[in-house]
């Protein structure tokens, strides 16, 4: 791999780490951690191994979906073992070796309400800052080793490292560094992909200044899909019905292909139609339509807006406790009919009637909501429920509603309602939209604080059959 281009402050970032690490520096906190994060296929973890190459390097290898396991407890153990087995490879072997981990926040980040937070989770988090923490002294579960590991630096990489568990990128344990490419490390990296194929350098700069906007991984793609004309018409010349056997299990020589067409236009060309086929996965977001979520998003709405209007028609029911009560009407009111039975329309209009007379028609939405008493007929919304949401909303958090059927509860397998930050209004409507929708399933509240994005606070509200 001698061939492609390494960037020069990638390349000071990663030695400088790495080295620091195995230097005894007096009176030096080293960060074990270093998390190289930024926008996908920019080349962090390809740079990495060109790195190790560079510097002669070992490398022991986890990724994201080791960070999750049927059982609790393993992927924490995982860690502890690969970390046990880079640091008996420096002992043995006498070089450099570091702990790598791919995609990070992949496995262990939290990217919106929907995600699920599992044990495992946790405990990769509390076993990374352990081993940050203690980098020699790290034990495995059920056993105790006395003698000191030697310390292992950790390079992990990510996307967003914003959706990690704070405690764990502080500075101290994980020293962070944003990879973005500027133009002459671009240059540089794709003059590396197509150092075999002629092109001149300002071909080079020619096609990334083409496509400026474009991931490193694009130029990767853009030279395989020139073999593509060839592949495709070898597949002719052999016969859809017999390439599998030319290919797979054949006694004839591989087929060779030819140099394709590497020249500037055709390179646009082709490069042109991958980036429309990107703008159609872009506009087209048939994700959300099979997986209902703009219909779910939709018919929340739809909810809240129902349970609002529910409100307004009952607010008589509504208390006007933090101000003082409007002067009433001299007017007669119909708020009662004349006789005992009365009808479903005049009680209508005549509870709409009444509720003009009673409330300020200026009244927000928020301040209605702070001043709520009660419910309406037929909901499930109590005075209780609506004190927690305004507790938790008052103090600074967001508030999360979850729900949860009763068999996937034994699982704790909770899933995301919604999720509302400061608007009393809006958190109330949603949550008695929830317990109408959800009435058989169990149903909490959530504190979450913003800063730490962090739970801090979470109450069952509902149970069904009144369970404990």
């Not at 055709?266 to 703009?294: A, D, I």
Request: glycine share 8%; net charge negative.
């Amino acid at each position: 791999m001698s061939k492609y281009y390494i960037s020069p402050r990638f390349l000071d970032k990663l030695a400088v780490h790495i080295t620091k690490n195995f230097l005894n520096l007096p009176g030096v906190r080293v960060p074990l951690i270093l998390g190289i994060h930024g926008r996908k296929g920019e080349g962090k973890s390809f740079q990495c191994e060109l790195v190790y190459e560079r510097m002669g390097i070992e490398v022991v290898h986890m990724s994201a979906g080791e960070l999750e396991s049927p059982d609790a407890g393993d992927s924490a153990r995982l860690i502890r073992l690969r970390y046990r087995e880079a640091a008996e490879l420096i002992r043995v072997r006498g070089k450099m070796v570091a702990l790598m981990i791919n995609d990070l926040d992949a496995g262990a980040g939290r990217f919106d309400a929907t995600t699920q937070y599992t044990v495992n989770t946790q405990l990769v988090n509390g076993t990374l800052m352990n081993i940050a923490d203690n980098p020699t002294n790290v034990q495995l579960p059920g056993s105790y080793d006395s003698t000191p590991l030697h310390r292992v630096p950790i390079i992990v990489t990510g996307n967003d490292f914003s959706t990690l568990y704070a405690p764990l990128v502080r500075d101290g344990r994980m020293e962070k560094f944003y990879w973005e490419p500027d133009r002459p490390d671009r240059v540089g990296i794709v003059g590396g992909i197509f150092a075999q194929d002629g092109l001149s350098q300002s071909d080079i700069e020619q096609l990334v200044d083409t496509f400026p906007n474009q991931a490193i991984d694009f130029f990767g793609a853009l030279r395989s899909r020139l073999y593509d004309e060839q592949v495709r018409k070898f597949i002719h010349e052999v016969g859809f019905d017999q390439v599998s056997l030319r290919v797979v299990n054949s006694n004839d020589r591989p087929p060779e292909f030819q140099k394709p067409d590497f020249s500037l236009p055709h390179l646009k060309e082709l490069g042109n139609q991958m980036v429309t086929e990107q703008q159609r996965v872009e506009q087209m977001r048939l994700g959300r339509e099979y997986l209902g979520r703009e219909y779910n998003e939709t018919r929340r709405e739809d909810q809240t807006q129902l349970s609002e209007t529910s409100a307004s028609a009952t607010r008589q029911n509504w208390s006007v406790s933090d101000r003082p009560e409007p002067t009433r009407s001299t007017a007669p009111s119909n708020r009662y009919s004349s006789n005992g039975s009365g009808n479903g329309s005049s009680s209508s209009s005549n509870s709409a009637n009444s509720s003009s007379t009673y409330f300020d028609p200026h009244t927000s939405e928020s301040s209605r909501a702070s001043s709520y008493e009660g419910s309406g007929s037929g909901s499930r919304l109590g005075l209780e429920m609506v004190q927690q949401v305004r507790d938790i909303l008052r103090s600074g958090q967001k508030l999360g509603i979850e729900f949860v059927s009763d068999r996937r509860f034994r699982t704790n397998s909770w899933q995301s309602y919604a999720t509302v930050h400061g608007n009393e209004a809006e958190a109330i409507a949603a949550l008695e939209a929830c317990l109408n929708e959800h009435d058989r399933d169990y149903i909490r509240l959530v504190g979450i604080d913003p800063n730490a994005k962090q739970r801090v606070l979470e109450t069952i509200i509902q149970r069904p059959n009144g369970r404990n």
